[in-house]
T-cell receptor, first 113, second 114 residues
Framework: NAGVTQTPKFRILKIGQSMTLQCTQD?????MYWYRQDPGMGLKLIYY???????DKGEVPNGYNVSRSTTEDFPLRLELAAPSQTSVYFC????????????FGEGSRLTVL | AQSVTQLGSHVSVSEGALVLLRCNYS??????LFWYVQYPNQGLQLLLK??????LVKGINGFEAEFKKSETSFHLTKPSAHMSDAAEYFC????????????FGKGTKLTVNP
């Protein structure tokens, strides 16, 4: 998926550990989003950003933090990992259609044991 | 607030049979509607979208969807299922209030039997 790069693709964490999921885009979009996907639950918005230095909570922000120091990067941080954060995380940016359509990264699969 | 309901978390069809995946949206008429597809162990990709104009929208891989305002629906269909259509399908609409946020349905997992 050209345009949005997520790392790592897979990670196993122990309860209480912290980590950062990286998201980088090369499309120079102001808007960036983090979603989590859980089986049978669809995608839920965690945090989003409308530009460098500006972030806001989505539907399920508890347990996460974000920052947006540059247009390109939008890292998602888990400070104290919990089993409930076992999920697949997707970073996304808008397409150029101006319709709300999103372009997704390949995802990061996180397991907390 | 805008929400999306997908009826049927799992749908199973035979190869060559009609595929019908249901999506209903709530409250006000959304300006846009989307169907995304997720193949096993992959990310989401756009299948089709409704923006303006014709209410019957054609997408990739022979799928199409019809926006019916009177029924608040945007059901996805394909006349003849193929084994490669096995995937999870998500309906989505923009939230109100800008910021281009999307609200997703819970998804429908399509199984195609030989």
């Amino acid at each position: 998926n050209a345009g949005v790069t997520q790392t790592p693709k897979f990670r196993i964490l122990k309860i209480g550990q912290s980590m950062t999921l990286q998201c980088t885009q090369d499309m120079n979009h102001n808007y960036m989003y983090w979603y989590r996907q859980d089986p049978g639950m669809g995608l839920k918005l965690i945090y989003y950003s409308v530009g460098a230095g500006i972030t806001d909570k989505g539907e399920v922000p508890n347990g996460y933090n974000v920052s947006r120091s540059t247009t390109e990067d939008f890292p998602l941080r888990l400070e104290l990992a919990a089993p409930s954060q076992t999920s697949v995380y997707f970073c996304a940016i808008p397409t150029s259609s101006n319709t709300g359509e999103l372009f997704f990264g390949e995802g990061s699969r996180l397991t907390v044991l | 607030a805008q929400s999306v309901t997908q009826l049927g978390s799992h749908v199973s069809v035979s190869e060559g049979a009609l595929v019908l995946l249901r999506c209903n949206y709530s409250s006000s008429v959304p300006p846009y509607l989307f169907w995304y597809v997720q193949y096993p162990n992959q990310g989401l990709q756009l299948l089709l979208k409704y923006t303006t104009g014709a209410t019957l929208v054609k997408g990739i891989n022979g799928f199409e969807a019809e926006f019916k305002k009177s029924e608040t629906s945007f059901h996805l269909t394909k006349p003849s299922a193929h084994m490669s259509d096995a995937a999870e399908y998500f309906c989505a609409v923009p939230t109100q209030g800008g910021s281009e946020k999307l609200v997703f349905g819970k998804g429908t997992k399509l199984t195609v039997n030989p």
